[in-house]
Each structure stands twice: as C-alpha cells, then as structure tokens.
C-alpha cells in the first residue's frame, strides 16, 4: 500500500453518503505556497514548527520525560498534560512529511523523541509522565483531572499520522500499547462508573484507530466511554459538571456548554462514533449541538466560547466582543468536527463553518513571523487595556504556560490540503478554495484563485470527471459557473453545491462577487447592538488605532452605514490582499462621569461638524501586526448625536 496515500481521516467502515465525500490522501491535494493557504503551510513549515520543537525543550516537556527515565533532574514543569505539546507537534512534523515526502527535516528528532517514550513507557503500556514523575496522584486515580487519556488521545493522533504519512509504526507500536491499556480498564467490561476522560479527545483519536487498524475493540471502547458519561461521576468542584461534558448523558444534549475545546472535542468524537454505527439518535443529536453551537453561540469570527471563567460557552446570544474569550483550540476544534459533519451529511454549511473559523479566528492566532500567538482572541481590545494575562494581551506571545495552542496550529496548518477536498477518480466536491492542484487518481484539477482576496475560482481537468461539485459560500450573491465557456447564474443544490460534468481538458470558472459589506449583529446579542461588522467574502475585517487620525480614540470612532463601504489597496505590510474603506465619524464621547445618567430630551444636540475620514478596516485575522493599540471588529453606528 502506497502509506503516504492514507487519508487524514479515513473513510468510515460503512459507505460514505455519497462518492464524492470519501476524504482524500494528504498527498491528493498540493498547496501553492504563493497564495494564502500554500503561504500558511510554508510558514508553518519554516517557523511555526521549529519554533515549536525549540520550545519543547525550553518548556520543559521533554525534560519531564526524560527525568522519569533519570536522564534529567530538572523539576516537573508545566501543566499534566504537558506531554500531549510534544504529541501534537509529532503529529504535524508527520503531516509534514506527507506533504514534503522527499525533505523531512525533523526525522532525528521523531527518532529521538520515540526512543525516549519507549523508555519511559511502564510494561504495562502507561505513559504519562506527570503521574510517573512520583510527585503527583497514581495512574488513573483522578479521571477528572488527570488528563491521561486526553494524552493518550494525541498520541494515538501523531501514531496514525506517522504511520500513515511515512508507512513506519515505530510510534503507533507505543501507542497501541498505551491504547490497549485503556481498552482494557475503560472498554465495555469496565465497572468504574468514571471510567472516562474528564478531558474529552480520546474518543475520535480511538475511532481513526480502528480505521487504521480494523481492530473493533478501539471503536467498541468509544462507544462505552461515551455511553457511560453524563451522570455525573466525576464529581464536581471547583467547576461544573458541564465542564467536564458530564451533566447530561450524550443522548439528551441539547446545547452546547461548559468548556468549549471540551465540548467541540467531544463533538467530534460522537460524530465519529455516529458514521461508523450509523446512529440515526446521534446523528439527531449532533444536529441539535450544531445549531446550538452555530446559531446561538458563535463569533462573526468562527470563534467559540464567551467567557473567560471556566473558558466557557455562555447564554445563547451571550457574545461580548470585548470579553470574547475564543480560544484558538476551539476554533480548530469546531473545524475538526465540522469537517466529520460534513463527510456525514454533505452539507455545505459545515464546510462554511469551517472557511469561517480558518480565515478569522484561527489566522488571528498566528504573528505574520509564524512565532508568536493568540491564546484567546477578542473582537475588541480598548485603547487603555491591561494587557499582563498572557489569556488576553496586547499582543501576541510566543509561548504559554499552559500551551496546547501553537501545537496545535502546527498540526492543523500541516494537514490543510486535506480539508480542501473529496471523491474519487470519477466524482469530486472541493470544499475549500486555494490555488493548487487536486489528485483524484488519472486525473488532475489545478485550481487558479487569489482567494480568499477574489471571488474567482479556476478549474482546469486533466481527465475526466462525472461529477465536479464546488461549494456556493452562504455569503455570495450573484455567483457565476462558467463551463467551457457557457456561463449561467450558479444555483447550488440542497447541500450548496453547484455540479458540472467535466472532460479532459475542461475548464471551470466559478465566479463569487466580493464587494465590501456591512454585517448587522443578531438582534439578541445586546452587546453589539447599533454596531455593525466589515466583512468581504469569508474574511472579517476590524479597525485600529493605526487606522485612525492621530490623537483620536479608537472608542470614539462611528461608521456613516448610510454610505457602502469600498474594496481597498492591499496592504502588503501586514500581508493583507485588500482591504476596505468606510466613511468613520468622530465625535468626542460625554465627558459626563461612569454613572451619571441623563434624560434623552437633555442630551447634548448632535455636533454639527463631526470629523470625517476614510476608515481603513484591514483583515481581522492580520490585527495586532502594527504595534499595540486598539481594535474593535463591531463598530458603533453613528446616527447624528
């Protein structure tokens, strides 16, 4: 078998909904590294990741390890679950190597790194070395805590990946054996009534297990740590059961809550678990989190969860911009799990959630050096913000106490071309737009675009195809599909596609207005209420104190809605293929004292003589590259008072 054609995640035992959504080898799908998403890819490969194995070292993770084997006698640093930083970045350095087959620079420290965890691993297959420190709980003691499956879950990821992006099991023979472990105390025969993770991420790691193995016992202990959570066994204190996605059996969700890279996880894993048993009730149950998730509880951004206390999911419409929390492992997390949502169903508006999350919330995590990061990422920042926490400040940092983020933006970045799109060598959808070329056995799409920047997409056939299907965004209006030179209005179907039978040598163009917009909040979300938001085809955009007249702050700015905004210049400073302008308004905020309150009929009467300007919004995901200072995403309506 050809290893480095496996895909990223495999198809499921049963038949996929339609041909066109069996998941692609890693290798299928080849990035040009001069337009966005290729760009990413060649960063992270260039600084992301060796920045990233550099600070295994420097952090502790390795250490920790090698000091359980007495190769170290540094002290224990960081959180339980340090280990999994070293895991995830296995995982992409794997990725990598599928993607980059002939040049794999880090396979010495893959060597190493495997060497080491064979050593630390106990005979019975334990490896976690915070509890084999001696300086904490035994193995298994604290299933709400301790974290070791949440570790197992990565390693288990970084295994499949290696073995099936280089064809060598050197690291999935450890993992099996830290897996089998787990099956045998936590499978169908266990009698703990918490023999599950308070940290869900073992549940889908074991399902691409079974895929990559065939062996049943690894879908089977999902199935039964799933079905045995939500009665609260873990207990609780100092949070929530919801926290910990134990309060409620997975059956009877209804709403997402509690902390949400715990929840998306989770999520994640039922969908698994739904395609290979082809659960109609999870499925159901999947849809009602979806909408709870995507209709009540997500930033324009794509980002999830609200509030800075338990990192949390808040109310429904409970969506302060400036107290967004929005971590950057729940934005990748919801696009692991959309993505399983949409090789289940085919629906687009997965594939929009995903696109949604990509080039907001999850670009913004990343420095345009590829080093230094976002942890959580607000919608708006105040021009005197106290930016110590390193959970919210005024810039971006290379490195985190608690840093399970830039690994797992090198894992993710890593394996992008593999969420681009799906089929076979007969029938195609592409899911996600970016110049580069699609390999779908004979035959070849090469995909022309400057997207997310132009809405115009290029497909050219070297062999034939069916079906091509490509994704119509919720966003567009007025898209065009041209095939061969015939062109008509691009009606999609009930999933969001449009669908043309290609030949060899056929050319595709789909054409997607992107004019600059003004996005209006959901009338629930108080905290945005008479603002509005920029947004040009999938990208939002913010303003900063860069972006503003000099000695004006950045709260006291408005937008004239009464005038559209306009595509702007590209602003290659911060890599920004365009911007857009908007009529701003200045005028000077009450200088009334916090509060003192006035009636309407008293107010002062509108400025005659307000200051305008071109206001510059400049993509969210490129902010906080210009030096400290303000940013707000939603912005006050000015309305003449």
């Known amino acids: 078998m050809d290893t480095a054609s496996a895909p990223l995640v495999a198809p499921a035992a049963r038949e996929a909904k339609a041909p066109d959504l069996t998941p692609l080898a890693l290798s299928a799908v080849e990035l040009d590294g001069s337009r966005e998403l290729g760009a990413w890819q060649r960063l992270n490969r260039e600084a992301t990741i060796p920045h990233v194995v550099e600070r295994l070292e420097t952090s502790g993770v390795m250490d920790n390890l090698r000091r359980v084997v007495g190769e170290s006698d540094a002290d224990y640093r960081g959180f339980n679950f340090a280990d999994?930083?070293?895991?995830?970045?296995?995982?992409?350095?794997?990725?990598?190597?599928?993607?980059?087959?002939?040049?794999?620079?880090?396979?010495?420290?893959?060597?190493?790194?495997?060497?080491?965890?064979n050593k630390v691993q106990e005979p019975n297959g334990y490896l976690y070395s915070h509890v084999q420190s001696g300086k904490f709980q035994g193995p298994w003691e604290d299933m709400r805590w301790g974290h070791e499956l949440y570790v197992l879950g990565h390693l288990v990821q970084a295994a499949v990946a290696r073995s099936r992006a280089t064809g060598n099991d050197d690291l999935l023979e450890v993992a099996r054996r830290f897996a089998d472990l787990?099956?045998?105390?936590?499978?169908?025969?266990?009698?703990?009534?918490?023999?599950?993770?308070?940290?869900?991420?073992?549940?889908?790691a074991l399902v691409e297990l079974y895929r990559h193995t065939g062996e049943k016992k690894y879908l089977d202990a999902t199935i039964a740590m799933l079905e045995r959570r939500g009665h609260g066994a873990l207990g609780t204190g100092p949070f929530e059961s919801a926290y910990h996605q134990d309060h409620l059996p997975i059956r009877e969700v209804d709403e997402v809550l509690g902390h949400a890279v715990r929840q998306l996880y989770l999520a994640a894993g039922i969908a698994d678990v739904a395609a290979e048993t082809d659960d109609a009730?999870?499925?159901?149950?999947?849809?009602?989190?979806?909408?709870?998730?995507?209709?009540?509880?997500?930033?324009?951004?794509?980002?999830?969860g609200s509030r800075h206390k338990d990192e949390s999911f808040g109310d429904p419409f409970e969506l302060p911009p400036d107290r967004s929390y929005a971590e950057t492992c729940a934005s990748i997390s919801a696009l692991h799990w959309n993505w399983r949502m949409l090789l289940a169903t085919g629906r687009s508006k997965?594939?929009?959630?995903?696109?949604?999350?990509?080039?907001?919330?999850?670009?913004?995590?990343?420095?345009?050096?590829?080093?230094?990061?976002?942890?959580?990422n607000p919608l708006q920042l105040r021009s005197d913000h106290d930016g110590s926490s390193e959970y919210q400040p005024s810039e971006r940092l290379d490195w985190f106490a608690c840093a399970c983020c830039p690994p797992n933006l090198a894992r993710l970045v890593s394996s992008l071309g593999a969420y681009v799109a799906s089929g076979t060598e007969t029938q195609a959808r592409i899911h996600l737009y970016a110049q580069g070329?699609?390999?779908?056995?004979?035959?070849?799409?090469?995909?022309?675009?400057?997207?997310?920047?132009?809405g115009r997409v290029t497909v050219e056939a070297a062999g034939p195809l069916e079906t091509l299907a490509l994704r119509v965004p919720a966003w567009s209006h007025d898209a065009t599909l041209s095939v061969d030179g015939t062109s008509a209005p691009a009606s999609a179907d009930e999933d969001g596609y449009v669908r043309a039978s290609v030949h060899d040598g056929s050319t595709v163009v789909l054409d997607l207005p992107m004019p600059a917009e003004l996005m209006v909040p959901h009338p629930r979300v108080d905290a945005v209420r008479g603002s509005v938001a920029i947004q040009r085809g999938p990208v939002v955009h913010c303003i900063e104190t860069a972006d503003v007249p000099e000695g004006v702050v950045l709260e006291d700015v408005r937008i004239d809605a009464s005038e559209a905004p306009r595509v702007g210049p590209a602003l290659d400073s911060i890599r920004a293929g365009a911007t857009v302008?908007?009529?701003?308004?200045?005028?000077?905020?009450?200088?009334?004292?916090?509060?003192t309150s006035m009636r309407l009929s008293a107010a002062p009467a509108a400025d005659p003589d307000p200051t305008?300007?071109?206001?510059?919004?400049?993509?969210?995901?490129?902010?906080?590259?210009?030096?400290?200072?303000?940013?707000?995403?939603?912005?006050?309506?000015?309305?003449?008072r």
């Open 182 to 204: 787990a099956v045998e105390l936590f499978g169908p025969d266990c009698e703990r009534p918490d023999g599950y993770g308070g940290h869900p991420e073992i549940e889908t």
């Open 437 to 454: 070329q699609i390999r779908l056995g004979a035959t070849t799409l090469t995909v022309t675009t400057d997207y997310p920047w132009d």
């Open 612 to 640: 305008r300007f071109d206001l510059r919004a400049v993509p969210y995901a490129r902010w906080a590259n210009r030096g400290k200072g303000a940013m707000r995403v939603w912005i006050p309506v000015d309305e003449g």
């Open 281 to 304: 009730q999870l499925a159901e149950v999947l849809d009602r989190m979806w909408d709870s998730a995507h209709g009540t509880k997500e930033y324009i951004t794509g980002g999830m």
């Open 581 to 595: 302008v908007a009529t701003g308004v200045v005028r000077p905020a009450s200088e009334a004292p916090l509060g």
């Open 350 to 376: 997965h594939a929009d959630a995903m696109e949604r999350a990509l080039y907001n919330g999850i670009a913004s995590s990343t420095s345009l050096d590829g080093t230094r990061f976002l942890y959580s």
């Open 84 to 117: 999994s930083d070293l895991h995830k970045t296995l995982e992409a350095i794997a990725w990598e190597a599928a993607r980059v087959p002939g040049d794999q620079p880090w396979e010495e420290f893959t060597r190493d790194a495997i060497a080491l965890l």
